[in-house]
Structures are given as C-alpha cells and as structure tokens.
C-alpha cells in the first residue's frame, strides 16, 4: 500500500535523516521482532498480492487533506503497481529497477531508477506482509508503542527509518495488524512534509494476477521526465 499520488520526485529523494532519528527509540523491541517473525512465516510461500485501499494524505504546513480510493498489485519478487482513483486518477509502477509515476490529467510519466540488491528501498505497502525480518532491520528500528489499541484483537508496530533514502522517504510507518489474521489493516506514515494514512479495504494473497498489468505503454503524447 502509499505511494503518494502527488510529488513523486519527493517519494524518492533524500530528505533529513536526522527527523528519522528523533521520531523514535534507538533500539528494537524483541517483542516487535518476534510478531514479525510471525509475520514472515505466515508468508513464506506468497508469490502474490491485492489489496484495496482508501487513503488520507495530510499536509502538516498548509492543513489540507487529499481522500483518495486504490488498488494495488504484486508480483514476487519485483513487479508492483498501484493505482488511485477518484478524485484523481495516477498510476504508479515499481518494475525491476524502475520506478514509473503516469498522471493521465497531467500527460506525464515521471521516471526514476532505483537501487537494487542489497540498497534496494523497501515499498511501504509490503512491509506489513512477511518481508524478511533481517531486511526489515536493516533500514528500520521496530518497536511496540506504549498506545496500543483498545481491541485486543489489533497489534501496532512502529518502523522507523535509519536513512530515508531506503524507505521511500518515510521516516516512521506504524501498521497496526490483526494479530489472529496476521494481515495489517491500517498504515499511518510520516514524510517531511506530509502524512498519509492508508486503510486496507481487501486483501488477497497469491492473488492471480495477470502479467500485462505491468506492461507500461502510455499515449503517445505523454511527456517523460527523468529523475
């Protein structure tokens, strides 16, 4: 789950390490571990995954919020797709190294290469689905924040970034889970700038998902811009 459908540039680049530093505890919490480790056998064997969404993005400097419906697509181990709807369509691609951003309204199809192996980025919206816990540790310090919810049913866990350049410039993600399910149902994210929150609407593992969904042919008079 987002991906922001506006300032794809800003969901890449760099932006101050040290406000990831400040947004919480330096050190993990074994018991954030040990849920995550759940989490990643539970998903062992997943070669696939849709999800729906509705998502509020939140400006902290000008106090304006942009609702929005999506859907997204997943292909182990690279293929990624997500697209929003009202009020205004976007489609965001993530294909190998590429990253692909088409705004129909605009014409426009942003493009940025991204690392791969070891210094890849982690996408927010899989975070929540049994990625590897080393990996997840790599880039974030995991804890269990002292608010918890009043449903004992829920579980939330705070990730938050060692260096933005590794976690989409987001520098704390809480996803707070089922703990029966084992499945995340709401994401609150912290950038720079802004604040997203999304809450799944559907989820369905190895989901069968057809290849041409990722295929990226745009109109003719599309205008790219390379980051």
């Given at each position: 789950m987002t991906i922001?459908?506006?300032n794809f540039k800003a969901l890449f680049l760099s932006v101050a390490v040290l406000l990831a530093a400040a947004a919480g505890p330096a050190q993990n919490s074994e018991e954030a571990i040990a849920f995550l480790r759940q989490l990643e056998e539970k998903n062992e064997g997943l070669t696939s995954l849709y999800g729906s969404f509705h998502q509020v993005r939140s400006n902290k400097m000008f106090l304006e919020e942009i609702e929005s419906n999506g859907e997204f697509?997943?292909?182990k181990p690279d293929q990624f797709r997500c697209d929003y709807h009202e009020p205004s369509e976007a489609r965001f691609y993530l294909v190998g190294d590429t990253g692909l951003?088409?705004?129909p309204e605009l014409k426009q199809v942003e493009r940025f290469q991204l690392q791969t192996g070891d210094s890849a980025p982690i996408n927010?919206?899989?975070v929540g689905f049994g990625l590897s816990v080393e990996r997840i540790l790599d880039v974030f310090t995991v804890h269990l924040p002292e608010e918890q919810p009043s449903d004992e049913k829920l579980l939330t866990v705070d990730f938050v970034s060692k260096d933005v350049s590794r976690t989409m410039d987001y520098t704390r993600i809480r996803i707070t889970?089922?703990?029966?399910a084992l499945e995340p149902r709401l994401l609150e994210m912290d950038e720079q700038e802004d604040s997203v929150t999304v809450r799944l609407k559907k989820?369905?593992?190895?989901a069968e998902i057809k290849e041409d969904l990722f295929k990226t042919d745009f109109p003719a008079d599309v205008e790219i811009v390379e980051y």
């Amino acid at each position: 789950m987002t991906i922001a459908p506006r300032n794809f540039k800003a969901l890449f680049l760099s932006v101050a390490v040290l406000l990831a530093a400040a947004a919480g505890p330096a050190q993990n919490s074994e018991e954030a571990i040990a849920f995550l480790r759940q989490l990643e056998e539970k998903n062992e064997g997943l070669t696939s995954l849709y999800g729906s969404f509705h998502q509020v993005r939140s400006n902290k400097m000008f106090l304006e919020e942009i609702e929005s419906n999506g859907e997204f697509w997943y292909i182990k181990p690279d293929q990624f797709r997500c697209d929003y709807h009202e009020p205004s369509e976007a489609r965001f691609y993530l294909v190998g190294d590429t990253g692909l951003y088409y705004t129909p309204e605009l014409k426009q199809v942003e493009r940025f290469q991204l690392q791969t192996g070891d210094s890849a980025p982690i996408n927010q919206m899989l975070v929540g689905f049994g990625l590897s816990v080393e990996r997840i540790l790599d880039v974030f310090t995991v804890h269990l924040p002292e608010e918890q919810p009043s449903d004992e049913k829920l579980l939330t866990v705070d990730f938050v970034s060692k260096d933005v350049s590794r976690t989409m410039d987001y520098t704390r993600i809480r996803i707070t889970f089922n703990r029966e399910a084992l499945e995340p149902r709401l994401l609150e994210m912290d950038e720079q700038e802004d604040s997203v929150t999304v809450r799944l609407k559907k989820i369905q593992p190895n989901a069968e998902i057809k290849e041409d969904l990722f295929k990226t042919d745009f109109p003719a008079d599309v205008e790219i811009v390379e980051y």
